[in-house]
Each structure stands twice: as structure tokens, then as C-alpha cells.
């Protein structure tokens, strides 16, 4: 199940994976709350925190978020997790490979307020390349 979050601040997104992430999950909530995003704000960050972790089942769907036109607004993304999402991110270390103008960092469960301080901090004036 996937559920939006409090950051406490507006231009960062925040989900909690808890168990397995559906299809449902993906096109019902994460990609209107992402596209919501993107037409507020001209750069946005992304905080996804891993509860319980069972699984996804992506389908397609991964690969096409990385192509979507509003990715290009994302400059950050922090992944909060516990050891058993470290262990599947092993089995699966391509899965944020394509988000190469992204700081995508890996936060332990215990460090979810520094991975939101991260994510909170003042976006640089410059564009990216």
C-alpha cells in the first residue's frame, strides 16, 4: 500500500510504502500526487519511506516515471528503509539507475527527519544540467 506523507513543506512529495506497492497504488496515487507536484512548483523533491516492504508489482510502470516529461523537475529523491529494503535494493540495483540528473540518497529508518532536513534544504538558484 502506498500513502502521501507530511514533509512539511511544499515542495517536497512524501509517500510510505507499507507492504506491497500495487498498479493501483501507482496510476491512483503516487503518479497524481507526482503531476500535482510538478505543476506547482518548478523544481520538486521526492521522500519515499519503506515500511514493511513486501514487494511491487511495477509492470511497466517504473520505466515509464522515468520518462515522464515532470521528472525533469525532480532534482532530489531520499529513500528511507530498514534493512530488508536494503537487502532487496541489492537484488534490484538498477532501480533508480536512469535518474542520472537526480541525487537519489539511501536513509536507514532511524534517520527518516535527516533525509526530510535533505530534502528541505534551499534549492540552488542555478539550472541543472
Request: charged share 25%; aromatic share 14%.
Amino acid at each position: 500500500m502506498l500513502k502521501r506523507m507530511a514533509t512539511g513543506t511544499g515542495n517536497v512529495v512524501g509517500f510510505k510504502f507499507d507492504g506491497e506497492m500495487t498498479v493501483d497504488d501507482y496510476t491512483g496515487t503516487l503518479i497524481p500526487a507526482l503531476w500535482e507536484a510538478q505543476t506547482s512548483h518548478p523544481v520538486f523533491r521526492i521522500l519515499f519511506q519503506i515500511v514493511d516492504f513486501h514487494g511491487w508489482k511495477p509492470h511497466d510502470h517504473w520505466e515509464k516515471l522515468k520518462g515522464w516529461p515532470g521528472i525533469m523537475k525532480v532534482d532530489q529523491i531520499a529513500i528511507v528503509g530498514g534493512e530488508r529494503w536494503e537487502e532487496w535494493m541489492d537484488r534490484l540495483p538498477g532501480l533508480f539507475v536512469g535518474f542520472t540528473s537526480i541525487d537519489v540518497r539511501y536513509f536507514t529508518e532511524d534517520h527518516l527527519e535527516t533525509a526530510i532536513d535533505w530534502l528541505r534544504e534551499p534549492i540552488p538558484a542555478e539550472p541543472r544540467v
